[in-house]
């Protein structure tokens, strides 16, 4: 056994790091106690997937969710203009058929002044 002074590395007769009992017995808890706490992450990992899964699962349904709205909102805007040009093609239809009648009772009126002069006629 070398005689070293205290604190440094004490070798055994054959050259190896002699431990000394205490750092020893404190090195081998805090290897158990490491893992101890990697084991329970573990565990507390295994219980919260579920929980984190269903989080991720929350954050697609509420993109998915807001994606469809901003879809039904456009669809919304494109039936909104569809009416508007729904009741303007309509006013025109109203105002064609309005042109279109008072041509036709034009007309008739001119046809009835025609077979009226007509009848004056001598032949």
Partial sequence: NNNAEAGSLQLDSEGF???PPELLKTTMQQHQQASKDVADLDRAKA??????????????????HSRMQSEAADKEEGVAAAEEA?????????????????EVKKRDLYLQQVMAAGSDLPF
Avoid: F, M, W
């Avoid at 579920?50 to 509420?62: I, Q, S, T």
């Fill in 17 to 19: 790091t002699l431990v």
């Fill in 86 to 102: 729904s009741i303007s093609l309509e006013a025109q239809l109203g105002d064609a058929s309005r042109k279109y009648k008072a």
């Fill in 47 to 64: 219980k919260t997937k579920p929980e984190y899964d269903l989080v991720l699962k929350n954050a697609h349904v509420r993109d998915e």
